[in-house]
């Protein structure tokens, strides 16, 4: 929908899998479509609470208070073990309470525990259980995370578990299901300034049993829902609303998956007919841009493909290993989401290019259409839990911790670009050595599909690299790429015109010979006299004049058949000029567009600047001590109003170097002690006197930025 982002399609798998038809089927099982039973196991909704020992009354409460009959599976997985949680379960409800085994189907109105020393996971409605081989602490997660590729999928997290769940939240969210919290007075997690979209309700656990209970049962809804009861009439309506509202048309998206998030938003709304929503979207009261952010909405998260990036390596090596000194590497990850895929990229490509030498210029461009997903890539600031997603050393080198959150760091940031783009509507990028668009194609329908294989081949150089989702293939442009080794990662063909536009036909002149009909002679008659020799004369005249009649007609029509070929000739060389000039529009189109994309880029950092230079010169405004920072040529940066008489300082001075002042403070070798904070990270502190013999504490410290850097020093006194 940025896509495509378009395609934002928030499974991952191809929609010919059994597990995605039936997770498109609905949300609930309020929504499901009639004739479901238990005999069919990867068709019972579930619904996943994680739990804790701290969280065990919560617990209690939630599952006391859960309506019967229910038909929805709960399952419940730990993130620490919890003593006899069997028994205090089956004391709090006549449901069913079993212990999960390998292999086990899935049923209906049954609770289910999971063991604390395995890994449970749920795939076509069975459940699976492994080796607790990852990191620790991250049961529900892993089940989360499994579920997010099933159907009709509630997740609930309560108090106690730390950020275990918070990951797979954001996975069964982000792939259609419902998400839920225990309210709490503990601060919601965000991604750098911004909330977490990752939970719909946050409620007491009395509140979350009833509204489990309204979306598994049907409760509020006397007839049920199906995706077959939004006509489609109404499923025009609804994209007809959208388009207006947002300007953005999404009729390329396949039905069943915008039935399928209408329905969510149908339940998330406690709304029980389409004809209903459609009145609430009407009403215009935010609902348009809550469901354009459902349809517009991916999964993502970083190295979510380890073994795909791996083949983006391979596919890469040959290429990289023949690249021209200094030429840039440009790549472009489409339908983005919130930048997990961009700076998976980008520390991927960083680590590849400093194996073979001097590291070129690295430009990663990030686009989707969703606003509000730009602007947490921007920030680059994400929950504390990508920890057990990103691997150590990388987590080390490209993230700082800033409280609960890691912050991208600097060198990594400067080579990402995000902008707001609609990859079907908006002109491509182009000159792109890699193009990452994973799991986003399957959610359109496949006239679609093939667009966009095409517009991603003419953004490509020649042997240029896409990389597209395990389960997706180019089938429906499959002469335009040449597999690079499975895992979805594709090469650039280029023995096909580089021009995807139809062309025009070219017009073909048709010359007619003229009619030319001699009549056959008469007879003689019986009766008739012989010709006279001036008649005989006459007629051989007349058949000569015929003839070169007849041989002047040849040459008309030869001379009319070359005008003919030379039309035809030029007829063909204006329509490759005519092609030509198109491509070159296209081109400018690109480049216009990643102007357009620099300028929002550089406007968002000079934004932030902006408010930092505000913030600074507040700070110092009302500081009451005598500060100057120098830079590494000892020039003053700035001072505070205390600092102006002690070092003799004005607003003209800025940017003046500090040894050609005169400062009242009395501070031998000034200039050495600067040298040598600079140089060696000295710190020196010192008393010194002004000349009324008033003492202040004076000190030298170095001045160091974000990523480690000295770029000066900071010199601060006070009276002593």
């Known amino acids: 929908m940025d896509s495509p982002e378009m395609s934002r399609n928030t499974a991952t798998q191809s929609r010919g899998s059994p597990s995605h038809r039936m997770r498109d089927r609905s949300v609930v099982s309020g929504l499901r479509d009639p004739g479901t039973s238990g005999e069919e196991p990867s068709l019972c909704p579930v619904t996943a609470i994680g739990v804790a020992t701290a969280s065990l009354p919560a617990l209690t409460e939630l599952i006391a208070g859960l309506p019967l009959p229910l038909e929805t599976a709960i399952v419940i997985a730990s993130s620490d ?83 275990d769940g918070q990951s797979g939240l954001k996975a069964i969210g982000s792939a259609g299901g419902i998400t839920l919290a225990q309210e709490s007075a503990e601060p919601l997690p965000t991604f750098g300034l911004l909330p977490s979209p990752e939970v719909h309700y946050r409620l007491s656990p009395k509140e979350i049993a ?37 300007s953005n048309d999404l009729r390329y ?69 023949e690249r021209r000194p200094g030429e840039p590497f440009r790549a472009w990850v ?12 980008a520390m991927m490509l960083i680590e590849m290019l400093e194996q073979l030498g001097p590291s070129p210029a690295i430009q990663i461009f990030g686009t989707d259409l969703v606003e509000h997903s730009i602007q947490i890539a921007r920030a680059g600031r994400y929950p504390q839990w990508i920890e057990h997603e990103v691997p150590a050393s990388r987590l080390s080198r490209f993230f700082r911790r800033q409280g609960q959150q890691y912050a991208v760091r600097s060198d990594l940031r400067q080579c990402c670009l995000f902008a707001r783009q609609h990859l079907a509507a908006d002109p491509p990028l182009s000159r792109m050595d890699l193009i990452v668009y994973r799991n986003q194609l399957a959610s359109v329908v496949p006239a679609t599909q093939a667009h966009l294989l095409r517009l991603l081949h ?35 063909r280029d023995d096909v015109s580089r021009s995807w536009m139809p062309p025009t036909p070219v017009g073909e002149t048709v010359v007619a010979a003229p009619d030319i009909s001699v009549a056959p002679a008469e007879r003689p008659r019986p009766a008739a006299p012989r010709p006279s020799r001036s008649m005989e004369e006459l007629a051989k005249k007349a058949s000569h004049h015929f003839q070169a009649l007849l041989e002047e007609q040849a040459e008309t029509i030869e001379a009319l058949k070359l005008a003919n070929e030379e039309i035809t000739c030029s007829n063909e060389e204006l329509q490759a000029t005519n092609e030509e000039l198109m491509a070159a529009r296209e081109e400018l189109e690109a480049v216009n567009q ?117 770029d000066g020093a900071i010199i601060t006194a006070w009276p002593v």
């Open 458 to 492: 003419c953004s490509l150089k020649p042997r240029g690299v896409l990389a597209l989702g395990q389960s997706e293939s180019v089938e429906s442009a499959a002469y335009l790429f040449a597999n690079a080794g499975g895992q979805g990662v594709y090469f650039r």
């Open 81 to 163: 073990p919890i003593e006899q949680l069997l028994e205090i379960l089956r004391g709090s409800t006549s449901l069913p309470v079993r212990t999960v085994t390998d292999g086990m189907p899935v049923q209906p109105g049954t609770i289910y525990v999971t063991p604390s020393d395995r890994m449970v996971t749920v795939s076509g409605g069975i459940f699976g259980l492994g080796e607790a081989t990852g990191p620790p602490g991250r049961a529900i997660d892993k089940l989360f995370h499994s579920l997010s590729n099933e159907h009709s999928v509630l997740g609930v997290v309560l108090e106690g578990t730390g950020d």
């Open 253 to 321: 998206l396949r039905a069943e998956l915008v039935r399928h998030r209408v329905l969510r938003r149908m339940a998330l709304t406690q709304t029980d007919r389409a004809a209903e929503y459609i009145r609430c979207l009407q009403d215009g009261v935010g609902e348009i841009d809550k469901l354009f952010c459902d349809l517009a909405t991916h999964a993502c998260g970083f190295y979510q493909a380890p073994a795909a990036l791996e083949a983006v390596k391979a596919a890469l090596a040959p290429a990289l290993a």
């Open 210 to 246: 009833s509204r489990i209970g309204q979306l598994s049962n049907g409760a509020s809804r006397a007839s049920g829902q199906r995706e077959s009861s939004i006509s489609d009439e109404q499923l025009q309506e609804i994209h007809r609303l959208v388009r207006r509202e947002t």
């Open 334 to 345: 489409p339908g983005c989401s919130t930048g997990e895929e961009v700076y998976s990229t």
């Open 594 to 710: 990643e102007l357009q994309m620099l300028n929002e880029e550089m406007q968002s950092r000079n934004l932030e600047m902006a408010g930092a230079s505000s913030d600074l010169s507040t700070l110092l405004c009302n500081l009451h001590l005598a500060v100057v920072t120098v830079d590494r040529e000892l020039r003053v940066r700035r001072f505070t109003r205390e600092a102006g008489p002690l070092f003799s300082l004005g607003p003209g001075d800025i940017r003046r170097p500090i040894t050609d002042l005169n400062p009242r403070l009395q501070i031998p070798q000034l200039e050495s002690l600067l040298k040598d904070t600079i140089a060696d990270l000295a710190v020196h502190d010192r008393e010194v006197r002004d000349p009324n013999g008033l003492r202040y504490r004076l000190s030298i410290r170095p001045y160091q930025t974000e990523d480690n850097q000295i």
